[in-house]
């Protein structure tokens, strides 16, 4: 129930509104599921809610946009700790074969609250994987888990078609048939895809990527997203594997493919983009192709180093991806915006980006990138979408000489005090407020556990040991 809430007496305030305008000493006034006014001071309405928040940093909600939630039960597993991408998959689809819609269910309430706890109030999620033993219902498992924590979702519905009889990674009973693929998008967006600017559950489509769906079905859901104004969504250009593959498959580079199955386009976001020229950047710009940039993951799989300095100035639309939990092996948006500093600094020097742009990145650039013109920005009028961070934690002592920039490069913690969504606080005091974690983490536990026994019986395979 969205209601009256007063923040009062907030320390600093970056609203990266169109001005970058930071404000000190306000108070904030939440009416139902819009900021309704910012000012010096605001008297308490009678019904409102008030929230103590002097000594606090608030944020925009930042926006997650690139995510496997069903990855967050094959974190850290000891075959792949230490494969690149291609040997990565294909051990770890092995295990994901065990799939089931409660495992879905379980390990999107970790990872959307994990996102929720670390300052994000809007992701999507990239679910491409629907075993055949499963009853397919997966991505209506996630909403259901969305919706229970209250965090703005835009699961996007994937899909595979080339198995490895057709010459593609994934086991064959992890792939559908186009008909299958069409008709479930299309049961998705007549159940869940709500256009209106402030929606809390969009639909986006989303075939894995070039080496594991047929160009002629990447055509089909362009035109089935077009015809219903959704956006598309998939990995391109990640790494340098792909680029030989593509250009083995098909004659030509990622972008180079994308472009010529018409998948360039301000409806368009990518995940990765590690992988591209200047020319490349050049077309992503003229066409407003958007990007999640996903540095934990790229460093994590040893995948390169996306140039997305470059392409931010060349105006590309850019945003940040946590990307799975197994590939990064958090679901850590605070996290992720540390990353994108210091790794872009390891390539540029330290004038390669500042604190203030990641930020950006994260809150403004990904509204744009997942097309929501209403967040991303503290205003007056906008979503009351919004975070609040402890500045007085042991972590920042000594870093509020810039409290904007001192949770990026400071603090041993990427908790927030409070996270708003839509108008409702969901994180209160740095816990889930609608969810018991305790509980959460040992249900968690028990079914990822289970998950890897029981693929290990299936195939012989020991995941839980280190390869010769
Ligand atoms: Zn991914």
């Known amino acids: 129930m969205s209601s009256t809430i007063l923040l009062r007496h907030i320390k600093t305030l970056a609203t990266f509104d169109d001005n970058a305008t930071e404000l000190e000493g306000v108070d904030l006034l939440i009416r139902g599921n819009r900021i309704a006014e910012i000012a010096a001071r605001i008297e308490p309405p009678p019904d409102a809610r008030v929230i103590d928040a002097s000594g606090m940093l608030c944020l925009?909600?930042?926006?997650?946009?690139?995510?496997?939630?069903?990855?967050?039960?094959?974190?850290?597993?000891?075959?792949?700790?230490?494969?690149?991408?291609?040997?990565?998959?294909?051990?770890?689809?092995?295990?994901?074969?065990?799939?089931?819609?409660?495992?879905?269910?379980?390990?999107?309430?970790?990872?959307?609250?994990?996102?929720?706890?670390?300052?994000?109030?809007t992701t999507t999620d990239h679910l491409y994987l629907f075993?055949?033993?499963?009853?397919?219902?997966?991505?209506?498992?996630?909403?259901?888990?969305?919706?229970?924590?209250?965090?703005?979702?835009?699961?996007?519905?994937?899909?595979?078609?080339?198995?490895?009889?057709?010459?593609?990674?994934?086991?064959?009973?992890?792939?559908?048939?186009?008909?299958?693929?069409?008709?479930?998008?299309?049961?998705l967006i007549a159940t869940y895809h709500d256009p209106a600017p402030d929606a809390m559950v969009k639909i986006a489509l989303a075939p894995c990527s070039p080496f594991s769906v047929e160009a002629s079905t990447m055509k089909l859901l362009a035109d089935l997203a077009r015809a219903h104004g959704l956006r598309l969504h998939t990995h391109l250009a990640e790494t340098r594997d792909e680029e030989r593959y593509c250009k083995e498959m098909y004659g030509m580079r990622p972008v180079e493919w994308a472009e010529e199955i018409g998948w360039l386009g301000p409806d368009v976001w990518f995940a990765h983009m590690v992988h591209v020229n200047e020319v490349e950047i050049q077309r992503l710009a003229a066409t407003g192709t958007g990007v999640s940039h996903c540095p934990a993951s790229n460093m994590r799989l040893g995948s390169g180093i996306a140039p997305i300095p470059k392409m931010a100035a060349a105006g590309v639309p850019v945003g940040l991806g946590v990307d799975g939990s197994a590939s990064n092996d958090a679901s850590d948006m605070l996290g992720e915006v540390r990353q994108a500093l210091l790794l872009h600094r390891v390539l540029g020097g330290a004038r390669a980006v500042t604190a203030r742009e990641v930020l950006?990145?994260?809150?403004?650039?990904?509204?744009?990138?997942?097309?929501?013109?209403?967040?991303?920005?503290?205003?007056?009028?906008?979503?009351?979408?919004?975070?609040?961070?402890?500045?007085?934690?042991?972590?920042?002592?000594?870093?509020?000489?810039?409290?904007?920039?001192?949770?990026?490069?400071?603090?041993?913690?990427?908790?927030?005090?409070y996270s708003i969504v839509n108008g409702e606080v969901v994180v209160e005091k740095g816990k889930l407020v609608r969810v018991n974690e305790q509980e959460l983490v040992r249900r968690a536990n028990e079914a990822a556990a289970e998950m890897v026994r029981s693929a290990s019986r299936k195939t012989g395979i020991r995941f839980l040991e280190f390869p010769a």
């Open 60 to 121: 925009p909600g930042m926006v997650n946009c690139h995510h496997h939630l069903y990855q967050t039960m094959t974190r850290a597993v000891p075959c792949v700790q230490n494969a690149e991408l291609f040997e990565w998959l294909v051990n770890l689809y092995e295990i994901w074969r065990e799939v089931t819609p409660e495992l879905v269910y379980i390990s999107a309430l970790v990872g959307l609250g994990e996102l929720l706890l670390t300052g994000c109030t």
């Open 131 to 187: 075993p055949r033993a499963s009853d397919g219902k997966l991505i209506d498992a996630e909403i259901q888990a969305a919706r229970e924590l209250g965090i703005r979702f835009h699961p996007t519905r994937g899909c595979m078609t080339r198995g490895r009889s057709k010459g593609g990674l994934p086991p064959d009973d992890v792939v559908q048939s186009e008909e299958e693929i069409l008709a479930d998008c299309e049961r």
């Open 360 to 417: 950006r990145w994260a809150t403004r650039g990904g509204a744009r990138v997942l097309g929501y013109s209403e967040l991303g920005r503290v205003e007056a009028g906008a979503l009351a979408d919004l975070v609040l961070i402890d500045l007085e934690q042991l972590g920042l002592a000594g870093a509020l000489h810039d409290p904007v920039a001192a949770p990026v490069f400071a603090g041993d913690s990427h908790l927030v005090a």
